[in-house]
């Protein structure tokens, strides 16, 4: 499921009974954004700054 808005989809909440590994689909979302960012500038971004992003977005999505 990669919906990244909820955060947490029925699919997502009944993986989670099952004890299914998660990855948040927010996680498709960065990871697509950070390939973009390397394509139009040249830039490989450092894990600091991922991690750094990482935390703004879940932040930001939360509060929808």
Same mark, same amino acid.
């Given at each position: 499921? =990669?919906?990244?808005?909820?955060? &947490?989809? &029925? +699919?997502?909440?009944?993986?989670k @009974?099952? @004890?299914?590994e998660? =990855?948040p689909?927010?996680?498709? +979302?960065?990871?697509?954004?950070?390939?973009?960012? &390397? /394509?139009f500038s040249?830039?490989?971004? @450092?894990?600091?700054?991922i991690k750094?992003?990482? @935390? =703004? /977005?879940?932040?930001q +999505?939360?509060?929808?």
């Open positions: 499921d =990669i919906v990244y808005n909820p955060l &947490e989809t &029925e +699919l997502v909440h009944l993986a @009974k099952k @004890k299914a998660i =990855i689909g927010y996680k498709m +979302l960065l990871d697509q954004g950070i390939k973009q960012f &390397e /394509l040249s830039i490989v971004p @450092k894990q600091k700054w750094h992003i990482d @935390k =703004i /977005l879940l932040k +999505l939360k509060l929808r």
